[in-house]
């Protein structure tokens, strides 16, 4: 291939639905932070979009709609949620970033952010706070000095939304951010490539076990920093920048 | 029954202000073809059912973010339905084509019927497809329409990974030449 690269291709490979998974990752992971190839996918929706009108239909299950109003119910709309219960949420998760040792001042903001994505009441929502791990070691539980919150992660188990923003990460030439779920005895679980600059949606991980909050209970969430596009092998390659421990939030 | 574009528009702005009534309304007109959309790219319905509920959550949570300027509500929608169904079928690492029975049969472009409904937009961009090799115009269609990686088709076509990728990103181009930006 020549050096230069050629993003409409990509952009319409992505589209088309012909890249592999780990491909499809790269795209998820840079479009956030690269205009030309956003801007790139975004035309190419609306240039096969009319594609879908030779899709046949099909008639769902007629018990798919209950199931799916049950779930929009649970599912606030984030500028609904936001309105009614950011107060509220906010105060119950400084709590949470208290206990954590996590500076609640820069948290402030950022939980703003976050919690517009996060429906108050679910049980099924968790927060964690990624910061710099001790000189690249697991985190243990003495609560040694950590450096400011890098990234802060939201998950929600029942939505099957991981939702990651940015803090304070600084883009790194040729390298990027991988976020895994790292269970005690456990193999570490991959769970997408973040943007250092804007926040990042990942889709939901492949383990073969359906991860529920319970998976999420003893885990530690990390954040290596890896060759660009991610770790070769199934674990970690580069160094454990940042952790952290998700909490529940919003629980009544 | 089909909705209207404006129809649709209409839910859609309701459904972002927490409309319930109107996210029904926008079920009922959408569901149809979102299911056929995922039950092709999956090719399993007991999976489809699952991206479809997602789809749909997805859906409520974001319709606030519908520009109408940019497209229409059910190409917006599709995108999404799209997107979680790829994600979805890209999890297993090797699809054998024989997971996809009755499925792997290509819509019939040739339906007169079904040129009639054509929308114009629809219309110009087949136009445009059928401009290319037919070969070529095949392989576009089994990446959009099951989610085959350029390997799967490359097996399919019995040709290699490398002359698919060049087939379709050279598609591609000519695809955008004729319909412009």
């Known amino acids: ?252 | 029954m089909p909705a209207s574009q404006e129809d649709l528009v209409e839910s859609l702005s309701r459904v972002a202000r927490g409309d319930k009534r109107a996210f029904e309304a926008l079920y009922a007109a959408t569901c149809v073809k979102l299911y056929g959309v995922v039950v092709r790219i999956l090719g399993r319905r007991d999976l489809a059912q699952d991206v479809l509920q997602d789809v749909y959550v997805r859906v409520w949570q974001r319709a606030g973010e519908f520009d109408p300027t940019l497209g229409s509500p059910i190409t917006w929608m599709v995108a999404i339905a799209r997107h979680r169904a790829l994600d979805e079928v890209k999890r297993k690492t090797m699809r054998s084509l024989e997971d996809m029975p009755e499925l792997l049969e290509l819509p019939d472009t040739g339906d007169p019927l079904a040129s009639l409904e054509m929308s114009e937009q629809r219309r110009r961009l087949q136009a445009c497809l059928d401009r290319l090799e037919p070969d070529r115009k095949h392989i576009l269609s089994l990446a959009y329409h099951y989610g085959l990686t350029r390997e799967e088709i490359a097996r399919r076509v019995n040709r290699p990974a490398a002359t698919v990728k060049t087939w379709l990103r050279r598609s591609l181009a000519q695809l955008k030449d004729c319909l412009g930006p």
């Not at chain 1, 088309?16 to 190419?44: K, N, P, Q």
């Not at chain 1, 005690?184 to 073969?208: D, E, F, K, R, S």
């Open chain 1, 1 to 252: 291939m020549t050096q230069e690269e050629d993003i409409e291709g990509l952009a319409g490979e992505y589209v088309l639905g012909s890249l592999t998974r780990e491909e499809r990752r790269e795209v998820d992971a840079r479009r956030g932070r690269d205009r030309a190839l956003a801007s790139a996918i975004a035309a190419w929706e609306r240039r096969l979009g009319p594609l879908a009108e030779l899709v046949p239909g099909e008639e769902p299950p007629a018990e798919l709609r209950a199931e799916i109003l049950r779930r929009i119910g649970e599912a606030p709309q984030a500028n609904v949620f936001f309105m009614r219960h950011a107060q509220h949420a906010l105060r119950r998760w400084r709590r949470v970033a208290a206990a954590a040792g996590a500076l609640a001042a820069v948290l402030a903001v950022v939980t703003t952010i976050v919690l517009q994505s996060l429906p108050a009441t679910a049980p099924t929502a968790l927060v964690a706070v990624l910061q710099r791990s001790a000189a690249g070691q697991t985190a243990d539980e003495s609560g040694d000095v950590k450096g400011p919150p890098a990234f802060v992660v939201a998950i929600d188990t029942k939505l099957k939304s991981i939702l990651v923003t940015p803090v304070a990460a600084r883009a790194v030439p040729k390298r990027s951010y991988q976020l895994w779920l790292v269970n005690p005895n456990a193999a570490p679980v991959p769970l997408g490539i973040v943007a250092p600059a804007i926040a990042t949606t990942l889709p939901w991980p492949t383990a073969a076990e359906p991860l529920t909050p319970a998976a999420f209970r003893n885990a530690t969430l990390a954040i290596s920093l890896e060759p660009e596009g991610g770790s070769a092998t199934a674990t970690p390659s580069g160094p454990v920048l940042y952790e952290g421990k998700p909490a529940a939030v919003g629980k009544r």
